[in-house]
């Protein structure tokens, strides 16, 4: 059986002496501690990557096939889309 715990984990981090002193003025510059600052910094950044490697990017030749891919009239969803569209009427209904 598994125990869980809300403890606060660590992250350790070597940096050059330089570094650390431009964290620390930083930090002092937003009134934050070193630990806080460096926190929401790492946070921050870590969304922005998840954020970005999330994201598909398409060429303008892709976009423009997929763009009229969407504009035919002769499109129509498959049995698998309708359905999908179902739950999610049903669900945010």
Sequence with gaps: MAVTTNEDLSIQVRVPRQLKKSVQEAATALGQTVNEFATTTVLREAQRVLDEARLTRLSNRDRD?????????????????????RRYRKVNS
């Design 65 to 85: 096939k997929f763009l009229a891919a969407l504009n035919s009239i002769d499109s129509k969803p498959n049995s698998a889309l309708q359905r999908a569209a």
